[in-house]
């Protein structure tokens, strides 16, 4: 029987502080492969999401298939717009929610990742975060400060999050982003210029394939995921309506589960992919393929 084995393989997962997103659903799919999943989580969300990791608030949805707890290797500190410590501004350094975290860079995430497990002991890694300030905002209303913030936290992150674990990882290892269609098509309402960070995540995707495929063998693909109601995407403010529309137009009117992008990112981060770099990947029911509302038509089947 052909199935996803990630057993042996080590994972991953930045951009977890909640079960109620992608991130989440990938760790338990690549844990449910066989994998060992460690998380990153950004410093201002790290507390709660111990809190209820502690206080037992998620062992429902980190029950696996065979009855026992999804459980993390590690839950490491990373606020993805920081390449070295040196580079987060003082007041944020000495904050309340940074100052006992140690290094929250993606220089101190490679360092801690290499002093766990080796000069070569991770296959896998999964990017699965983006922010951007002004996302409420119209692209035309957007500010240049709140433009870059959006490419710099949703976009260059992965680029330097690529630049930083692809040499400690072993042969034939895999990264994931998560994209959305915003990225080739307009979509009101997802402003702010998360649209262009999109655009530019998935460019990148291409660019960073060929350049660890040439120089490590490991392969870079991204998924264009469809709307689902997280936590990041009900700060756009529409996200229900967005789930819904999808729901009446794509070819599949089911709305989308987090556990598809989940078992899609499992299959993608597999030897079974080992074929596949370089490629936008679209998990959302089949909405991109359409070129019309469903409504505005006699079609409906
Ligand atoms: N939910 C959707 O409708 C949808 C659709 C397509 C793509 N996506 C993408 O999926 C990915 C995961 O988002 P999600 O919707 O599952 O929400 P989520 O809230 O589960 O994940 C976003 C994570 O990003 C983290 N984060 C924000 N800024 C950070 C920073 N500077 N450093 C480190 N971490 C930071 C947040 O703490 C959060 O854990 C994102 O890239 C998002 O754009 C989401």
Redesign the pocket.
Known sequence: MLSIDLSGKRALV?????D?????AIAKALAMAGAAVSVA??PP?LNIFLNLLERGKMDESRRMPDGSLLTFEHIYP????YDTLADAPEDVRTSKRYKDVGDFSMEGLAARISADYGEKGLDIVVH????GPEVKKALMETSRAGYLAAVS??AY?MVSLVSHLAPIMRDGGAFV????MASERAIPGYGGGMSSAKAALESDTRVLAYEVGRKYGHRVNTI?????A????SAIGI?DRMVQYCGQNAPLTEHLKAEEVGTAAAFLCSPLASGITGSTVYVDKGYHAMGMAVAATDQLL
């Open positions: 930045a951009g977890v502080a909640d109620g997103g992608f991130g989440f989580t950004w969300a990373l606020d993805a717009v699965s975060l983006a922010n936290a949703s992150s982003s998560l994209t959305y264009s995921a469809g709307p689902y997280s936590r990041a995407a996200i």
